[in-house]
């Protein structure tokens, strides 16, 4: 890279004048500053810089700068600008606008923006609000519908083998053969078989149970979003009976919605406080064959309710025999902030607390369903928070 190239770089990442690096811009490069300097310049005095350049309190301003940013820059660039934009410049009444709506880059942060915004908003911008809504989630479904029911039946395959196969029909042989190498005769070139491996008679029935427990609070906004897309997907699976359930102070029972996530995320409402110990009471009586069962809660585990009631109730769920798994964030950014004591308490019981990306999701209920350790999955795969 040459000095010139450099210098234009620093230029863009500095903003000002030519004076600090004495480059100066022209054309896009211009263009391109002025809508970094809409977003990131301080202004003002007290020796701080000042530029000219602002995106107001206008819904059609912002719309043309959001336009502005799509054609200089690339969406992962853009979707963190918007995210900033949000934040920094105070824009989510404006993001109610359809013309707003229109212009941004659909991305899990602005439908965590809209669903917060969800009972305020006004009926001309629900359709716009939809269809980026949709968007995304389309987006999502293509990336992890394939991952996640390829694991899932995966796994509910393997749980299924038996060791003693009714007909020679049920024999997995290569199982078998892998399970049997020791018994190898040289002399006769054969293995004897000495324990076989068979597969179990395909289930139609369910086999077993989830039920995801979602905290609506605002820190978990990506969280409600994927968490919604995953439902939808082990609702689509007839070996599972999903159940999905939203909370704050109050319980919202979702699942009869699981058909459809877009519907399923307007069902949903983002803020307000937290009643953990009310979900799980819930939650408990969904559950009617606790040893099938997997209990997903994802939550910062800020409790605002009985914090002792909460802690009783994951222990009677354990004890019953239900896979009880707490998710501090189901999202690509990491754990939000979370009740260390909470967590460190739900640890001493044998319940995991740890964030999870979307990615690792598939894996981790393919290992709640074979009932692995999922403590050690989780120091295997991802890094657990300290207690």
């Given at each position: 890279?040459?000095?010139?190239?450099?210098?234009?770089?620093?230029?863009l990442?500095l903003?000002?004048?030519?004076?600090?690096?004495g480059?100066?811009?022209?054309?896009?490069?211009?263009q391109?500053?002025?809508a970094?300097?809409?977003?990131?310049?301080?202004?003002?005095?007290?020796?701080?810089?000042?530029?000219?350049?602002?995106?107001?309190?206008?819904?059609?301003?912002?719309?043309?700068?959001?336009?502005?940013?799509?054609?200089?820059?690339?969406?992962?660039v853009?979707?963190?600008?918007?995210?900033d934009?949000v934040?920094?410049l105070?824009?989510?009444?404006?993001?109610l606008?359809?013309?707003?709506l229109?212009?941004?880059?659909?991305?899990v942060?602005?439908?965590?923006?809209?669903l917060?915004l969800n009972?305020?908003?006004?009926?001309?911008?629900?359709?716009?609000?939809?269809?980026?809504?949709?968007?995304?989630?389309?987006?999502?479904?293509?990336?992890?519908?394939?991952?996640?029911?390829?694991?899932?039946?995966g796994?509910?395959?393997?749980?299924?083998?038996?060791?003693?196969?009714?007909?020679?029909?049920?024999?997995?042989w290569?199982r078998t053969?892998?399970a049997?190498?020791?018994?190898?005769?040289?002399?006769k070139n054969?293995?004897?078989?000495?324990?076989?491996?068979?597969?179990?008679?395909r289930q139609r029935?369910?086999?077993r149970?989830?039920?995801?427990?979602?905290d609506?609070?605002?820190?978990?906004?990506?969280s409600?979003?994927?968490?919604?897309?995953f439902?939808?997907?082990?609702?689509?699976?007839?070996?599972?009976r999903?159940?999905l359930?939203?909370?704050?102070?109050?319980?919202?029972?979702?699942?009869?919605?699981?058909?459809?996530?877009?519907?399923?995320?307007?069902?949903?409402?983002?803020?307000?406080?937290?009643?953990?110990?009310?979900?799980?009471?819930?939650?408990?009586?969904?559950?009617?064959?606790?040893?099938d069962?997997i209990?997903?809660?994802?939550?910062?585990?800020?409790?605002?309710g009985?914090?002792?009631?909460?802690l009783?109730?994951?222990?009677?769920?354990t004890?019953?025999?239900?896979?009880?798994?707490v998710?501090l964030?189901l999202?690509?950014e990491?754990?939000?902030?979370?009740?260390r004591?909470?967590?460190?308490?739900?640890?001493?019981?044998?319940?995991?607390?740890?964030?999870?990306?979307?990615?690792?999701?598939?894996?981790?209920?393919?290992?709640a369903?074979?009932?692995?350790?999922?403590?050690?999955?989780?120091?295997?795969r991802?890094?657990?928070?300290?207690?």
């Amino acid at each position: 890279m040459g000095d010139g190239e450099r210098l234009r770089r620093w230029r863009l990442v500095l903003g000002g004048d030519a004076d600090g690096t004495g480059c100066a811009l022209g054309g896009t490069d211009a263009q391109m500053d002025g809508a970094l300097a809409a977003l990131y310049n301080d202004g003002g005095g007290d020796g701080s810089r000042e530029r000219s350049a602002g995106l107001g309190a206008s819904a059609p301003r912002v719309a043309r700068w959001l336009g502005d940013i799509r054609s200089y820059f690339p969406s992962t660039v853009v979707q963190v600008m918007q995210k900033d934009a949000v934040e920094r410049l105070n824009l989510t009444r404006l993001m109610l606008e359809p013309e707003m709506l229109e212009a941004v880059e659909p991305d899990v942060h602005l439908v965590g923006t809209l669903l917060s915004l969800n009972r305020v908003m006004p009926e001309k911008a629900r359709e716009s609000a939809r269809a980026l809504v949709r968007k995304v989630v389309s987006e999502l479904e293509r990336r992890l519908v394939q991952k996640t029911k390829a694991a899932v039946t995966g796994a509910l395959d393997r749980s299924a083998r038996t060791h003693r196969p009714r007909r020679v029909a049920d024999i997995d042989w290569d199982r078998t053969i892998r399970a049997n190498l020791k018994n190898y005769l040289p002399e006769k070139n054969t293995v004897i078989p000495s324990r076989l491996v068979g597969y179990g008679r395909r289930q139609r029935a369910v086999q077993r149970e989830v039920v995801l427990c979602i905290d609506q609070s605002g820190s978990m906004a990506a969280s409600v979003v994927y968490s919604s897309v995953f439902g939808a997907v082990l609702a689509s699976m007839r070996s599972l009976r999903t159940s999905l359930v939203v909370f704050d102070t109050a319980v919202v029972d979702l699942t009869d919605q699981l058909h459809d996530p877009v519907e399923l995320l307007f069902g949903t409402q983002l803020g307000g406080g937290t009643d953990i110990n009310r979900a799980i009471a819930y939650s408990q009586g969904l559950i009617t064959r606790p040893t099938d069962s997997i209990f997903i809660l994802i939550s910062d585990l800020y409790e605002g309710g009985v914090r002792q009631e909460m802690l009783r109730r994951v222990a009677q769920m354990t004890a019953a025999g239900v896979q009880v798994i707490v998710l501090l964030a189901l999202s690509d950014e990491g754990a939000p902030f979370y009740d260390r004591e909470n967590a460190a308490a739900l640890a001493a019981m044998g319940v995991p607390a740890f964030a999870c990306t979307p990615d690792a999701f598939p894996d981790l209920m393919a290992a709640a369903i074979e009932r692995r350790d999922i403590g050690r999955w989780a120091e295997r795969r991802l890094e657990r928070p300290a207690g």
